[in-house]
C-alpha cells in the first residue's frame, strides 16, 4: 500500500527537481512524493487524495506560485487534509526580503502555514532534512502512529477510561483510544485473553493492563512514582513549568532535588496544543513536548520524581520541613519550593459534569481534536488558552463557538489570537453569553446557552472546552502559609504585617509566610500566569534557596 503523501508544489523547475530529489532520494519507502507545477495541479490532487481516503503528511509550496501565493494555497490544505503539515518553501536570505517576510508573519498569524523551510541548495541539505523530519514527526504525533504509542481500549468515551487517557496525556506519554467494539478494539482485545477487564491498557512491549490504576500505568510507562530516599535538600510540589524549571535548577547546582506531583508531568501546560510565545520555539512547542523535554533535562541532570503521589502535609520539624507525600509518605527537606499552579472552575451544571470527557472537556483540546472533525464544537473562556483552543479546533471540527462572558474579546486575548480568531471563517465568538446547560446520551449533544438579556438558546454541540478562569489548590496547605482571599500564596513584599513572619530577616523574594517555603509559577498570588514567567520563577526560587542555606548556615533556626 502506498506510503502517506508528502506533496511539493513550485513554479521555479529547479527548485522543483532538488526538492523532488531530495525528498525522493531519503523518504520514498515509507511516503509517496509527488510534485505539481501548479496551485491549481496541487490542489486538484489534493481533492483526489481526499476522495480516495489517502494520507496527506506534509504539502510544502513555494512563496510566490503563479495566481496564487503559497501561502494561500497551503491555507485550503487542511479543509481537505486537516492533519496535513504545511510548508512554505522560502530561498535562502528569503526572510530579509520584506516581501517574503510579510508573507511569512501574515500566513503564521492567521494560521495558513504551519512554518518556512528553505528550499535545498546541496545534495544532500539536511538544514532541509531536520525542517521536514520535524513536520513528519508532529504529524505521526497528531495521528497517534508515533513509535511507542500506548493504546486504550474502553466500553465508552468516558468513566474510567477517560480517567487513564487524562493520566497518559498528563504524562506526556503518546497514546490512543479505541472503543472495544470497533476493528482496532477487536484485534487489540484478541490479544488480551479471555474477557479481560475494561478499560485496557496495551503497552508498545506487548504487555497489557486491565483497568490499572494511576500509579500502575506511570509506573509501567516508565515514570517515576516513588523517591528512593526520605531526605533532600529541595522537595518541589508540582512538576508544571515551575516545577520542572526549579527541578532543572536544582539539580544541575548540586541540590538533591525531589518533585512531587499527583499527576503526571507538565501540569497545565500539557493542555496547551501550541504555545507560540516561548522563548526559543519559533515555530511554537505543544505543552506536552515541552514537558517532556524539560522532564528529560530534569532526570538527565539528576532530580528525582515522585509523579502520581498528592502531597498533602507541610509542616516543619527538626529544623527541617516535613512533607508528605499520599502512597509514599514522609520526607524531609531543607527547603520547599509551592508550584502547584492552578486549575480552571467548574462550571457547576450537573448535566454536563455527568458527561466530562463525553464531549465535555476542562482545559484544551490537545487529544481530543482529532474525533471532532466535521461537528460543532464549543470552547468557553476569554483567555489566551481559550482562544488557542478555538483555533486548534477549527482546524477539525465543522464551526467552533467561542462562548465570552466579557463584552469583548480584547480584554482577555492577545491581539495576534483576536487577530487569527475574526480571520478563521469556521469560528464564530458570542460575546456575553454563558453556557447554563446541555446533556446528551452517553455523549454531548445540546447546550444550553444564556445572553446577556437573559434569553436561552438551544443548540446542537458534540463538543465543549471549558476554560473558565483558574483557582489554585491551596487547601491543603497548614494556616502558616498566608494566602489571599481567593487562594494564591502570598511571597515576599506581599506578604503583609500580620502574615505570622517569624524571623528577624524579611522574608525572600518568592518566600512565603512559612520560611524555607517558597512558591513559583500560577499558584503564587500576583503571577502572570504564563510558562516563561512560571520557568523564570522556578529558577529564581532555586536561587533563593541557595541564599536561605547561606542565611541557615549563618543563623541556624530554632528546631520546632
Ligand atoms: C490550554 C492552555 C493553554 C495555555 N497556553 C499558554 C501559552 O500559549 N503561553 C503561555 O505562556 N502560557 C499558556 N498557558 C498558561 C501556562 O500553562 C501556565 O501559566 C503554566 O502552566 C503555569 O505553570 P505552573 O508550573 O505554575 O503550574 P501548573 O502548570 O498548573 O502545574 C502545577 C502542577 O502541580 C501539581 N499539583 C497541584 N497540587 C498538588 C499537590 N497537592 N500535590 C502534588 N502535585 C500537585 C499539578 O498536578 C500540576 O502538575 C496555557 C494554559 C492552558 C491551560
Same mark, same amino acid.
Given at each position: 500500500?502506498?506510503?502517506p503523501?508528502?506533496?511539493?508544489?513550485?513554479?521555479?523547475?529547479?527548485?522543483l527537481?532538488?526538492?523532488?530529489?531530495?525528498?525522493?532520494?531519503?523518504?520514498?519507502?515509507?511516503?509517496?512524493?509527488?510534485?505539481?507545477?501548479?496551485?491549481?495541479?496541487?490542489?486538484?490532487?489534493?481533492?483526489?487524495?481526499?476522495?480516495?481516503?489517502?494520507?496527506?503528511?506534509?504539502?510544502?509550496?513555494?512563496?510566490?506560485?503563479?495566481?496564487?501565493?503559497?501561502?494561500?494555497?497551503?491555507?485550503?490544505?487542511?479543509?481537505?487534509?486537516?492533519?496535513?503539515?504545511?510548508?512554505?518553501?522560502?530561498?535562502?536570505?528569503g526572510?530579509?526580503?520584506?516581501?517574503?517576510?510579510?508573507?511569512?508573519?501574515?500566513?503564521?498569524?492567521?494560521?495558513?502555514?504551519?512554518?518556512?523551510?528553505?528550499?535545498?541548495?546541496t545534495?544532500?541539505?539536511?538544514?532541509?532534512?531536520?525542517?521536514v523530519?520535524?513536520?513528519?514527526?508532529?504529524?505521526?504525533?497528531?495521528?497517534?502512529?508515533a513509535?511507542?504509542?500506548?493504546? +486504550?481500549? @474502553?466500553?465508552?468515551?468516558?468513566?474510567? &477510561? =477517560? $480517567?487513564?487517557?487524562? %493520566? *497518559?496525556?498528563?504524562?506526556?506519554?503518546?497514546?490512543?483510544?479505541?472503543?472495544?467494539?470497533?476493528?482496532?478494539g477487536?484485534?487489540?482485545?484478541?490479544?488480551?485473553?479471555?474477557?479481560?477487564?475494561?478499560?485496557?491498557?496495551v503497552?508498545p512491549?506487548?504487555?497489557?493492563?486491565?483497568?490499572?490504576?494511576?500509579?500502575?500505568?506511570?509506573?509501567?510507562?516508565?515514570?517515576?512514582?516513588?523517591?528512593?530516599?526520605?531526605?533532600?535538600?529541595?522537595?518541589i510540589?508540582?512538576?508544571?513549568?515551575a516545577?520542572?524549571?526549579?527541578a532543572?535548577?536544582?539539580?544541575?547546582?548540586?541540590?538533591?532535588?525531589?518533585v512531587?506531583?499527583e499527576?503526571g508531568?507538565?501540569?497545565?501546560?500539557?493542555?496547551?496544543s501550541?504555545?507560540?510565545?516561548?522563548?526559543?520555539?519559533?515555530?511554537g +512547542?505543544? @505543552?506536552?513536548?515541552?514537558?517532556?523535554? &524539560? =522532564? $528529560?533535562?530534569?532526570? %538527565? *541532570?539528576?532530580?528525582?520524581?515522585?509523579l502520581?503521589?498528592?502531597?498533602?502535609?507541610?509542616?516543619r520539624?527538626?529544623?527541617?520541613?516535613?512533607?508528605?507525600l499520599?502512597?509514599?509518605?514522609?520526607?524531609?527537606?531543607?527547603?520547599?519550593?509551592?508550584?502547584?499552579?492552578?486549575?480552571?472552575?467548574?462550571?457547576?451544571?450537573p448535566?454536563?459534569?455527568?458527561?466530562?470527557?463525553?464531549?465535555?472537556?476542562?482545559?484544551?483540546?490537545a487529544?481530543?481534536?482529532?474525533?471532532l472533525?466535521?461537528?460543532?464544537?464549543?470552547?468557553?473562556?476569554?483567555?489566551?488558552?481559550?482562544?488557542?483552543?478555538?483555533?486548534?479546533?477549527?482546524?477539525?471540527?465543522?464551526?467552533?463557538?467561542?462562548?465570552?462572558?466579557?463584552?469583548?474579546?480584547?480584554?482577555?486575548?492577545?491581539?495576534?489570537?483576536?487577530?487569527?480568531?475574526?480571520?478563521?471563517?469556521?469560528?464564530?465568538?458570542r460575546?456575553?453569553?454563558?453556557?447554563?446547560?446541555?446533556?446528551?446520551?452517553?455523549?454531548l449533544?445540546?447546550?444550553?446557552?444564556?445572553?446577556?438579556?437573559?434569553?436561552?438558546?438551544?443548540v446542537?454541540a458534540?463538543?465543549?472546552?471549558?476554560m473558565?478562569?483558574?483557582?489554585?489548590?491551596?487547601?491543603?496547605?497548614?494556616?502558616?502559609?498566608?494566602?489571599?482571599?481567593?487562594?494564591?500564596?502570598?511571597?515576599?513584599?506581599?506578604?503583609?504585617?500580620d502574615?505570622?513572619?517569624?524571623?528577624?530577616?524579611?522574608?525572600?523574594?518568592?518566600?512565603?509566610?512559612?520560611?524555607?517555603?517558597?512558591?513559583a509559577?500560577?499558584v503564587?498570588?500576583?503571577?502572570?500566569?504564563?510558562?516563561?514567567?512560571?520557568?523564570g520563577?522556578?529558577?529564581?526560587?532555586?536561587?533563593?534557596?541557595?541564599?536561605?542555606?547561606?542565611e541557615?548556615?549563618?543563623?541556624?533556626?530554632?528546631?520546632?
Amino acid at each position: 500500500m502506498p506510503g502517506p503523501v508528502l506533496l511539493a508544489v513550485d513554479d521555479d523547475p529547479g527548485s522543483l527537481k532538488s526538492v523532488k530529489s531530495e525528498l525522493g532520494d531519503r523518504y520514498s519507502r515509507d511516503y509517496t512524493v509527488i510534485c505539481e507545477r501548479s496551485p491549481e495541479r496541487a490542489l486538484a490532487t489534493l481533492e483526489t487524495l481526499a476522495e480516495e481516503g489517502s494520507q496527506v503528511a506534509l504539502v510544502l509550496a513555494g512563496e510566490w506560485l503563479p495566481g496564487m501565493s503559497g501561502g494561500d494555497l497551503l491555507g485550503k490544505v487542511h479543509q481537505l487534509h486537516p492533519h496535513a503539515k504545511r510548508g512554505l518553501l522560502i530561498h535562502w536570505g528569503g526572510w530579509g526580503d520584506r516581501a517574503t517576510g510579510e508573507a511569512i508573519f501574515d500566513a503564521m498569524a492567521h494560521g495558513r502555514i504551519d512554518y518556512y523551510v528553505l528550499r535545498p541548495s546541496t545534495s544532500p541539505d539536511e538544514v532541509f532534512h531536520q525542517a521536514v523530519s520535524s513536520f513528519l514527526l508532529e504529524w505521526s504525533h497528531s495521528q497517534r502512529t508515533a513509535p511507542h504509542t500506548i493504546h +486504550v481500549v @474502553g466500553d465508552s468515551w468516558s468513566g474510567r &477510561a =477517560y $480517567e487513564l487517557r487524562d %493520566v *497518559l496525556e498528563r504524562c506526556a506519554i503518546p497514546h490512543a483510544f479505541c472503543l472495544a467494539d470497533s476493528p482496532k478494539g477487536r484485534e487489540l482485545l484478541a490479544g488480551a485473553g479471555d474477557q479481560p477487564r475494561l478499560p485496557l491498557i496495551v503497552l508498545p512491549n506487548g504487555h497489557i493492563l486491565a483497568d490499572p490504576t494511576d500509579a500502575e500505568i506511570a509506573s509501567a510507562a516508565g515514570a517515576a512514582v516513588g523517591p528512593d530516599s526520605s531526605d533532600f535538600d529541595v522537595v518541589i510540589v508540582g512538576s508544571g513549568p515551575a516545577g520542572l524549571s526549579a527541578a532543572v535548577y536544582g539539580a544541575s547546582e548540586g541540590l538533591n532535588t525531589l518533585v512531587a506531583d499527583e499527576g503526571g508531568i507538565g501540569g497545565q501546560a500539557t493542555s496547551s496544543s501550541l504555545i507560540r510565545n516561548y522563548l526559543g520555539f519559533p515555530r511554537g +512547542v505543544s @505543552g506536552g513536548r515541552l514537558a517532556e523535554q &524539560a =522532564y $528529560e533535562q530534569a532526570w %538527565v *541532570l539528576g532530580a528525582n520524581f515522585a509523579l502520581m503521589q498528592n502531597v498533602c502535609g507541610l509542616e516543619r520539624a527538626d529544623g527541617r520541613i516535613r512533607v508528605t507525600l499520599s502512597e509514599h509518605g514522609p520526607v524531609t527537606a531543607r527547603a520547599v519550593i509551592l508550584a502547584t499552579g492552578a486549575t480552571y472552575r467548574r462550571l457547576g451544571v450537573p448535566e454536563l459534569e455527568e458527561l466530562n470527557g463525553a464531549g465535555v472537556f476542562y482545559g484544551g483540546p490537545a487529544s481530543e481534536a482529532v474525533g471532532l472533525a466535521g461537528l460543532d464544537v464549543y470552547v468557553v473562556g476569554g483567555a489566551n488558552s481559550a482562544g488557542q483552543a478555538a483555533l486548534h479546533l477549527a482546524r477539525y471540527a465543522r464551526r467552533v463557538t467561542l462562548v465570552v462572558r466579557a463584552q469583548s474579546l480584547t480584554a482577555g486575548m492577545s491581539h495576534y489570537l483576536t487577530r487569527q480568531i475574526d480571520a478563521t471563517g469556521n469560528i464564530d465568538v458570542r460575546l456575553r453569553t454563558e453556557v447554563v446547560g446541555g446533556g446528551g446520551d452517553g455523549w454531548l449533544e445540546r447546550l444550553v446557552l444564556r445572553d446577556g438579556a437573559g434569553a436561552d438558546e438551544a443548540v446542537s454541540a458534540q463538543g465543549l472546552f471549558l476554560m473558565i478562569g483558574a483557582r489554585p489548590r491551596t487547601d491543603w496547605l497548614p494556616a502558616e502559609v498566608a494566602r489571599d482571599s481567593r487562594g494564591f500564596v502570598l511571597t515576599g513584599s506581599d506578604l503583609g504585617e500580620d502574615c505570622g513572619w517569624p524571623l528577624e530577616r524579611n522574608p525572600f523574594l518568592l518566600e512565603t509566610s512559612m520560611p524555607g517555603v517558597f512558591a513559583a509559577g500560577d499558584v503564587r498570588h500576583g503571577a502572570v500566569k504564563r510558562v516563561a514567567s512560571a520557568v523564570g520563577e522556578g529558577s529564581i526560587a532555586i536561587q533563593l534557596v541557595h541564599r536561605l542555606v547561606a542565611e541557615e548556615t549563618l543563623h541556624p533556626l530554632p528546631a520546632a
